[in-house]
């Protein structure tokens, strides 16, 4: 395989695997969806569902995420007395954060047949040179990352078939 063969078929596989990054995410977004729906339609908030969808499209925006609607909502809930509610919804705050964090470099590697802790030190990395842009550009060089190491593999596989 030549070399411009070579990077030819990582663009080509980059374009392949950022799909699968926009995968993993939207499953990501839809379980969101549905831990926040469920949580507001038990404690009995109005437009449990709608604020459920609203809230997770929220959570997308790099480095702000939900916590830009869940933390003023928590503490106006606890000003005003309802404090079992902002429990709650710091609990379901929480809850959906952490399992976010967990399952998003499994959901990530799997997809992209990456360890899992290879997204992580990628966005950290990409966060540190790039600040809050950083994850937007993690979220193409984490499949950039993937081809090369596909296409190498292929690359491999070609030259062992070869001899």
Not at 47 to 60: D, F, H, P, R
Request: charged share 10%; with cysteine.
């Amino acid at each position: 395989m030549t070399r411009a063969t070579f990077w030819k078929q990582v663009f080509l596989h980059t374009i392949q695997n950022i799909k699968l990054y926009v995968g993993a995410e939207a499953k990501l977004l839809l379980l969101t969806v549905i831990i926040y729906g469920v949580g507001f339609w038990v404690l009995d908030i109005h437009l449990a569902w709608l604020m459920a969808i609203g809230i997770s499209l929220v959570a997308l925006l790099p480095v702000i995420g939900a916590g830009v609607v869940f933390i003023p909502w928590i503490l106006i809930e606890w000003l005003q007395g309802d404090t079992q509610v902002g429990w709650w919804l710091f609990a379901i705050y929480l809850g959906v954060e952490l399992l976010t964090e967990i399952l998003q470099p499994l959901l990530i590697g799997k997809d992209l047949k990456l360890p899992f802790w290879l997204p992580i030190v990628v966005t950290l990395m990409c966060t540190v040179a790039f600040n809050l842009f950083g994850v937007m550009v993690a979220g193409i060089v984490i499949p950039l990352i993937s081809a090369y190491f596909q296409v190498k593999e292929i690359e491999r596989a070609e030259i062992y078939d070869n001899n």
